[in-house]
């Protein structure tokens, strides 16, 4: 392998830039060729549910970098070029249409891909998923069309992107219906206290919620509105969604938010272990010492030997910052707090820690607001914070959960108590 060829990315999302950067910051001098298939330069997914989805406004406000950001920092980015093979013998990339990249180093960022439905009827026209700048557009100009012609929209999933979706075809002046298979919202990531707060807060905005929902088919028999041929009332076009009970749900457009899966087809096609997602280490590291990979197309082997899937924006940076040092032969390994947030009608949900394996919830703040956080403790030791509305809370769990400190469930519980105060005494 020659010395002359670059460190190329494939997948110039967060991760990917990240790593780019990262490298320079970590002093790599060479040449560095950031590769992806979309037709933007790297921009951010958050908005794509939440603001973005209202204005589908200009896709350069979305830009993770500004233009010449790259440019300075001598990263070269090759747009609409996609990667279909690793030659990890050889060290080349072949791209679609035959052109080949030497590589001397390899990392992958190839994120991650909604999970697509499969009754009859899932690929319909009017039938919409959410991932990149053109799904956006689209389902925020399905919406506006369902405004005006009054045909409701269907949410398809009362997870994180379903209900940012939801509360932006309100805010559109749609009619919402979400249906949720499982009993309650989030419910795979939160505790019921907070399923139910935002329950409430999706019905007093007018969101129509169903539970224990099995979508069985969508169908596009009957017109619905009187709109142009092109909008929900053309023929072809999903008009109902039918669930397994046997009730019928008008659609002008049906909005699928069921999950994502990681993309690691490249690398498990190019033999690197992959197990829900390429298997990585704490320092980002591959199966192979030559590769490392990072973002949402990734599974972090934890100490105790379990996989661990994020898909977040914290993780796509901290990861890549652990990648780029690996691909300088430096260790960084990427153990700090988890965190998230959301985004849903006058609410900010932020999420620190993971809260699976909680055995007790204790809530601080008024629920009725909604302005409180939940503390999940797993044998009196807090584990995870979400926090409605409270920033200050949610500031507060990273730094106690990063110095594994835990306020007990009376010092959770009485407002009056400055949980600082345990910060400030460890240090
Ligand atoms: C609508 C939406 C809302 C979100 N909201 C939040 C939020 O509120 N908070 C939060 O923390 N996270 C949120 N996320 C998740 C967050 O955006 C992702 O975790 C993050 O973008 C992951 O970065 P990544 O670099 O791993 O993947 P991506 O940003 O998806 O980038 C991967 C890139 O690789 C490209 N690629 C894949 N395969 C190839 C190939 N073979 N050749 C070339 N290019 C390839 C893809 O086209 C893509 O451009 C949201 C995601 C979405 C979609």
Sequence with gaps: MSSQAPIVIVGAGQAGVQIAESLRQEGYGGELLLVGEEAHPPYQRPPLSKKW??????PTSLAIRGADAL???????????RVERVNRGAGVLELTGGERLRYARLALATGSLPRQLTVPGASLPGVLYLRGIADSAAISAAIRRCATESCPVVVIGGGFIGLEVAAGARKLGAEVTVLEGLPRLMSRVTAPIVSEAFERLHRAHGVRFVFNAQVTELRAPQACGTGAAAGPAAAGHVATVHTADGREFAAGCVVVGIGVAPDDRLAAAAGLACERGIIVDACSRTS????????????????DGRLLRLE???????QGKSAAAALMGRERPFYATPWFWSDQFDVKLQMAG?????????VRGDV???????????????????????????????RLLDNDLSPTAEQIADTAFDLHSLIKQSA
Excluded: W
Aim: hydrophobic content about 45%.
């Design 354 to 362: 993971l809260s699976q394996g909680y055995d007790q919830v204790i």
């Design 53 to 58: 989805l209202l204005e589908a406004g200009n």
């Design 288 to 303: 192979d010492p030559g590769v490392v990979a990072a973002g949402d197309c990734t599974a972090r082997r934890l100490p």
């Design 368 to 398: 009725a607001k909604p302005a409180f956080s939940a503390f999940y403790l797993r044998t009196g030791r807090l584990i995870a914070v979400d926090s409605l509305n409270r920033i200050s809370d949610h500031m507060l769990a990273k």
């Design 71 to 81: 440019v300075r920092r001598r990263i070269e980015l090759k747009l609409e070029a």
């Design 312 to 318: 977040s924006v914290q993780n796509a940076v901290e």
